[in-house]
């Protein structure tokens, strides 16, 4: 059992390392970066995304996201099913932080007193310090805060990595989400030509293994601290109780799904920090899918299903051409129907027969 | 099983509720039982007529259209047990190797729950051969005209535009979802939903109830009133509760069995209704036939 004291007791050491690591003579010019505009990002949960411009206006700039981490227990399917997460910002997945290739990534991590455990965060779209897990690591009653140079384009996870074991468990957790660099002219397609979203939508995927009792119900647990060990186990047999999009199963389907309109552009980023996946949008495409989700690969054409692989975010750009119920899902279909991995887009407009229609509805087999 | 007092006692207060007695059941009966079966309690309720919006899917000129709202009458009173069977009743039928257990484990007098249409047929027989009476899954109409008020039918999209299908599957969405109906998966105490107007409990709680109606594909006329064709799909129960769906007859957790989209049942029980035997019946009964 993980105490509170212990938890504080190993990250003590740990910032002890850090401490050292901090010291280090920095390299790069402060200076000239003190001289750049700085814009402060207002983040909005997932699935949606802080507003943003998709071709950057004018020069590289400073963009500063605040983030407060929150660990509080939330339900995670319909059965009221219980996890203990810990969270970026109290969603799952943590907010999508868009900027540009070139900006400055500069985000105050804090880690109220409120808090059970030290935190801290590794971004991949960041080179160094452990994608700057080692220069974050905060305990309850801390704040810091990094700064960080967006040099590569691209979709990009971002996930706690207090060290060891913590490392698995604070992101099966719920501590994940996602960096969107966008080049500085915005997205183009396989051909280099300009291509722009008239939506975005942030799904990210989450795996859960939550433990059982002998009569094989989900336990509850009072603190994370308390489900450590139990939930370890379930971990190692890599088998997850619950795959979900935006931190709970059906999270968002009903009032919640996800909308468009036919014509309509979207741009679906997908981040998945620990496993596999294979987004699918039954009954539509992915017109151009950056599979690996860097921006200066061109993106692969007339995709049914793409994979992410587990600890990286992919994008998919669709236009919608057909009205009505679309299912999102990872296309293994029984973690998108038995463990949760489902969301719905309602899409508005005209039915167009040319693509489909029924022809003879279900009858009588003719003899 | 051990003897237990506590139900017997339940037993005979249940059974001067009914007409036939138990102790009159059980020598005719050519099964051997480990122990005496409680008679649930029944409301009956006399004949009538009501609006009943029909099960299955429906076409009229080749579109989808609302199931057609058809004038249907219950004839002779309809005995209807007050309670969904509960989970001790159930367990009587899986202590006496005739139902398999529910796959909720659940205890006491809670709705059985976790129960497919097959455990709800094979409880029915059980029942029936226990009891000496003829005891069966309402059709869906029956069940209709028990609910009552309660009744809701299916989440309706209405009829589909010809030109543009997802304008129906929109409008069934939202509906859907705009009843908020938050997911509800703990069965609880038999009466905990209360009673309607006609005296029974928990009609439309958080258990859905299996009914005899298969799930068909029906043409109507052009004048919307009657089915030109059908064709039934009896692997596929109609199942009533919160709202109508439908259900493969092997599924017991209703959450996984259908409602691609949408609200899936919470659970899946029943309840049962007798039919009074025919003068025949009655005859090969008391010769020792069954």
Known sequence: MLTRREALLGSVLTAAAV?????????????????????????????????????????????EFIMTIEEKPVVIDADGTQLNAMTYNGSIPGPLMVVHEGDYLELTLVNPDTSTLAHNIDFHAATGALGGGELTLVNPGEQVTLRFKATRSGTFVYHCAPGGAMIPWHVVSGMSGAVMVLPRDGLKDDKGRPVRYDRIYYVGENDFYIPRDEQGQFK????????????????????????????????????????????????????????????????????FVWEQGKFANPPAKDLETWFIRGGSAGA?????????????????????????????????????DDLMMQVEPPKAIAS | MSFDPVFTFGTIAAATLISMGIAHTFGESPLKFSQPVAVSELVVLGPGSFEHPQAGEFLKENHPVAAPVVQTSID??????????????????????????????????LPVTGVSYLDAEAYARWFSARTGGTWRLPTDVEWAYAASERFRGDIEGGESDPNNPARRWLTQYRLEASLGRKPDPEPRAQGS??????????????????????????????????????????????????????????????????????????????????????????????????
């Open chain 2, 193 to 290: 939903f209360g009673t309607n107007s006609k005296g029974l409990a928990d009609i439309a709680g958080n258990v859905w109830e299996w009914t005899s109606t298969c799930y068909s594909h029906a043409t109507i006329d052009i004048d919307g009133k009657r089915t030109a064709s059908s064709i039934d799909n009896c692997g596929v129960h109609v199942v009533e509760g919160f709202h109508r769906t439908y259900m493969s007859n092997f599924i017991r957790d209703g959450k996984s069995g259908g409602c691609a989209v949408g609200t899936p049942p919470d659970n899946l029980g029943f309840r049962l209704v007798r039919d009074q035997p025919s003068l025949v019946q009655v005859a090969l009964r008391r010769l020792g036939f069954s």
């Open chain 1, 19 to 63: 401490a050292t690591v901090g010291a280090m003579p920095a390299v790069a010019s402060a200076k000239d970066v003190a001289g750049l505009p700085r814009e402060k990002v207002t983040m909005v949960p997932p699935p949606f995304v802080h507003a943003h411009d998709q071709v950057a206006k004018g020069g590289p700039k400073v963009v």
């Open chain 1, 220 to 287: 509850k647990y009072e603190s994370a601290g308390d489900n450590y060990e139990e939930t370890m186990r379930v971990m190692r047999g890599l088998i997850p109780t619950h795959v979900v999009f935006n931190g709970k199963a059906g999270s968002l389907t009903g009032d919640n799904a996800m909308k468009a309109k036919v014509g309509e552009t979207i741009l679906i980023v997908h981040s998945q920090a620990n496993r596999d996946t294979r987004p699918h949008l039954i009954g539509g495409h992915g017109d």
């Open chain 1, 316 to 352: 998919a750009l669709y236009t919608f051409l057909q009205p009505g119920i679309y299912a999102y899902v990872n296309h293994n279909l029984i973690e998108a129907v038995e463990l949760g991995a489902t969301a719905h887009f309602t899409v508005e407009g005209n039915w167009d």
């Open chain 2, 76 to 109: 002779a009173p309809l005995e209807i047990m007050k309670y969904q069977v509960s989970v001790s009743e159930y367990g009587r039928c899986v202590a006496d190797g005739a139902c398999k257990p529910a796959d909720a484990r659940n205890v006491g007098h």
